[in-house]
């Protein structure tokens, strides 16, 4: 009896990133083919410059290839258009970013809820919902605090919890430790690999050795090539 | 969520947001103000001329209503020409003339209105009794503290003065028989009326003159066909509807209609700059944040509707604020432009009309609207990743 | 007397060729100069034919357009519709019915002239008029000029609080746009006093162009306005004129408004610690 192959959940192949700086064409990306299986944990490791965010972008559907195809779930991803790109994200993408990016204006809680206001879920089940994520994250005490009232750990897990609003496909990590000391980073990178042990699919960019070592598998660029995948 | 993100975004800058609330009040009551004077004028003037009921006017020909010192002659065959006319229900000869009244070894000059009693629409009686008798006359507040008079006093008046021998003329002794508001009366002027036939004895040569025809039109009656019928039936006068007084009063004072149409667009157009820049500002220092909440999957058109949203939450503070500023200004300029010479009391020059104030302030947050646009549209559209990238230099 | 002469102006345009005189023994028709309004709206040239009398309905007499002339600039009389007429004086006494009387005498008097003690001297010697000075009688007559200047002066007060208004808000707005960049040469050590003044700096430069291009524009507009309201009223008189107190007034105001405002948003801005700058 063999095995049911699943399709990836992000699959690239042959993708070029190319880019206008001053006067000159940058090449970030040249010929990335890579698949990321439901269920993984990659984080995806490199020198400065090498494409890296390029890439995870590229995954995250906010930006676009210059050549090549991106699916994500099975669904062509790479000419999307805006409209079909931002629902695409909303639903299925869970963003963190290395600045976390908090909108200052609003409390944890909010923030939490806020892409779920945007998908049009009702304001009693968003609040539920977002009260939950926070208590998952471990915040469950800091709802109303503002941004500017928590430390850079605890915004970064609110941002975690964010971007898990909506039970996206994939979670996806830029430098998540990257504004972060040491002992609260080991924090980011325990929740990390809960998120996965219950399922999530996660890649991360990172430059962090111990976040690259909590992953399932690595994948080298350098360049804009994998090296080592 | 996106009102609740504006108005949170305007508190976090309080002053950045007070300081263009301020701004836009401003061309707000700047707004205000030209559209009420451009309309004022003439709304104030129109209700001026109809507050009595006399649709028409008959002056000698070629003037206007006590432009010159000329008369109408044949008072009595014009009235009953007029009386021909069905649609004419009411008929008001007056003639006016400058008077001497002598008290004491004093010579205080005025106007005086020969009038009819019963049909007359040049005052209002405030206390006392009409002129009735033919010795009877009546008074304003204005005349009666430069004589130091009273209700029940008796005064020499004389119509003529000759400088060389001087003697006056057409004197006679009249009773104050009461005080009046003269409706058309500017408000340093003295004034009194009179019999008509009481002011002709005192002129001496003008008799059955009058200086203007006051008629009232039947209801239902147009008062545009009954002035033409009167022009045929009358060459020697002018007769003057409502609206071509107005439009007349529009040529003279067209200047002021143009001042307001000028300063009236370009405030509108400032409140318009200061919300665009104040947009742009907002936006060009969110750019991260807004980067973000397109990663996150906000659309485009949410990102702007949330932006504009404070846009018109400022404008539409400014312009609520701005009417309060508008109508104060409004006052204090009316009081200056109210001084001008033989200008009737009852005119104003700006004048609060409801809906041209709405839609003027409705422009003004409109302009709004569309000031936020632009620049939201923009910071919305910028690709996520490079301003993501830029963010994170920064 | 000319105000009832007006009222009573019967205008027969005829052409200068025909219109042949009522009577063998009539006199050769007598000149009279009219006002460019007048000829405008009565298609009226020299040489024309026209009845003038006293009164409406009345053939009067018959008399020969001269000459058109332009009135001179008197703000008082500008938005009337009056028309004017200029006649020899013995026709108009007799046309009028006035006899051998005139409103005033106009007296023009050597450089020379003492004009107060031959004012007094007149009124000493006058039985049944006064003599006064010209320009006492102007500042007497002129009442509605002087509540337009007002009215324009209120206007121009209020436009220029506006305006402070306007600018500093726009000002601060602008400045504030810098706070990372003010937040960043903080973070380098640059003192607070160098980062004000360069602000500043700019400010005035930024002023000082704007008052360079706004003197411009104003000298544009005013050019436009008397262009358009000569144009309209037919009248010599300048409705706007840039003088240079103007020019000087509008410029130093705006540079202290300019430089204040930059000053007020750079004082906040430095006085604020630089991580907050940066939104931290």
Request: proline share 4%; glycine share 8%; aromatic share 6%.
């Amino acid at each position: 009896m063999s095995a049911r192959v699943e399709s990836p959940i992000v699959s690239l192949r042959d993708v070029r990133r190319d880019y206008a700086l001053g006067a000159e064409r940058v090449h970030a990306l040249q010929g990335v083919t890579l698949d990321v299986e439901r269920g993984d944990y990659v984080a995806i490791v490199g020198p400065s410059g090498c494409g890296k965010s390029t890439l995870l972008n590229l995954i995250g559907v906010i930006d676009q290839p210059t050549s090549g195809t991106v699916a994500i779930a099975g669904r062509r991803v790479d000419a999307m258009s805006d409209r079909e790109a931002t629902q695409f994200r909303l639903r299925n993408i869970g963003f963190v970013f290395q600045r976390f990016y908090l909108l200052p204006i609003l409390s944890a809680l909010e923030n939490v809820a806020l892409p779920m206001a945007e998908a049009k879920v009702s304001k009693a089940v968003r609040i539920e919902r977002a009260a939950e994520l926070l208590r998952y994250v471990g915040l469950g005490n800091r709802e109303r605090h503002r941004p500017s009232e928590l430390s850079g750990g605890e915004q970064q897990r609110v941002a975690i919890a964010r971007a898990l609003a909506n039970g996206p496909t994939l979670l996806l990590a830029d430098e998540p430790t990257g504004e972060l000391d040491a002992r609260t980073g080991a924090e980011i990178i325990s929740l990390f690999q809960r998120l996965n042990a219950d399922g999530t699919t996660i890649v991360v960019v990172t430059h962090d050795e111990d976040l690259a070592s909590a992953s399932r598998r690595k994948v080298h660029i350098r360049d804009g090539r994998v090296v080592d995948a | 969520m996106r009102a609740a993100l504006a108005q949170a975004s305007l508190i976090r800058h309080r002053a950045r947001t007070v300081l263009a609330v301020l701004g836009v009040a401003v061309a707000a009551a700047m707004l205000l103000d030209m559209v009420m004077l451009a309309t004022g004028m003439r709304e104030s003037f129109r209700e001026l001329l109809l507050s009595r009921g006399f649709e028409i006017r008959l002056a000698p020909k070629g003037t206007l209503p006590f432009d010159t010192d000329a008369t109408i002659p044949g008072v009595g065959a014009i009235t009953a020409t007029l009386r021909a006319n069905p649609d004419i229900r009411e008929i008001s000869p007056v003639l006016g003339a400058s008077i001497h009244i002598l008290a004491g070894n004093r010579d205080v000059s005025g106007s005086a209105l020969g009038i009819d009693p019963s049909v007359q629409g040049d005052y209002e009686l405030l206390s006392g009794r009409d002129v009735t008798t033919p010795d009877a006359i009546v008074a304003n507040d204005h005349l009666l503290r430069q004589l130091g008079a009273r209700v029940g006093d008796t005064l020499s008046v004389a119509t003529g003065y000759d400088p060389q021998t001087r003697t006056y003329s057409g004197q006679r002794k009249l009773v104050v028989t009461g005080r009046a508001r003269f409706i058309y009366g500017a408000a340093d002027q003295s004034s009194s009326a009179m019999r008509r036939e009481t002011l002709e004895a005192m002129g001496g040569q003008a008799r059955d003159r009058a200086s203007l025809f006051m008629v009232r039109v039947r209801k239902g009656a147009n008062a545009e066909q009954v002035r033409d019928w009167i022009d045929k039936q009358l060459p020697n006068v002018t007769a003057i509807s409502i609206a071509t007084a107005i439009a007349q009063v529009d040529e003279r004072l067209s200047y002021f209609r143009q001042l307001a149409l000028i300063l009236g667009a370009v405030s509108l157009f400032v409140g318009f700059l200061l919300v665009t820049t104040l947009v742009t500002v907002s936006v060009n220092e969110r750019a991260g944040e807004i980067a973000v909440m397109r990663a996150i999957g906000v659309s485009r058109s949410h990102v702007v509707e949330q932006i504009v949203l404070e846009g018109v939450a400022i404008s539409f503070a400014g312009a609520v604020l701005g009417l309060a500023l508008g109508l104060i200004t409004a006052r204090y300029l009316n009081t200056i432009l109210s001084a001008f010479p033989g200008l009737p009391m009852a005119i104003d020059f700006f004048l609060f009309q409801p809906k041209a104030a709405w839609s003027a302030l409705g422009l003004l947050i409109a302009s709004g609207i569309g000031a936020g646009i632009y620049p939201a549209w923009r910071a919305a559209s910028l690709p996520i990743a490079e301003s993501l990238r830029r963010e994170a230099i920064a | 007397m000319f105000a009832f002469l007006l009222a009573s102006l019967l205008v027969q345009g005829s052409s200068s060729v025909g219109g042949a005189p009522a009577t063998a023994v009539e006199r050769q028709p007598r000149t009279i100069a009219i006002d460019e309004t007048l000829a405008a709206r009565a298609h009226l040239k020299v040489g024309d034919r026209v009845s003038i009398s006293a009164l409406p309905g009345t053939i009067g007499d018959t008399v020969i357009v001269g000459a058109i002339v332009r009135r001179g600039a008197d703000p008082s009389e500008v938005a009337r519709g009056d028309l004017r007429v200029r006649m020899h004086l013995d026709q108009i006494q007799r046309i009028a019915g006035y006899g051998d009387r005139v409103d005033r005498f106009a007296i023009a008097t050597t450089p020379a002239a003492d004009i107060p003690r031959l004012i007094d001297r007149i009124n000493r010697v006058a039985f049944g008029f006064n003599a006064y000075r010209s320009r006492d009688i102007a500042v007497e007559t002129s009442r509605t000029f002087q509540v337009v200047s007002r009215f324009h002066r209120a206007i121009g007060i209020i436009t220029i609080v506006a305006s402070s208004v306007f600018l500093l808000c726009i000002m601060v707005l602008k400045v504030e746009e810098r706070r990372r960049d003010i937040a960043a040469l903080r973070l380098m050590g640059i003192s607070r006093a160098t980062v004000v003044r360069s602000i500043v700096m700019e400010a005035a430069v930024v002023a000082v162009l704007g008052s360079a291009l706004g003197v411009a524009l104003g000298w544009a507009a005013s050019l436009l306005v008397n262009w358009h309201y000569q144009a309209l009223y037919r009248t010599p008189l300048e409705f706007s004129m840039v003088t240079p107190p103007t020019v000087v007034f509008a410029v130093s105001l705006s540079l202290v408004l300019g430089i204040a405002a930059g000053v007020v948003a750079s004082l906040r801005l430095v006085r604020t610690p630089p991580l907050v700058l940066f939104g931290r």
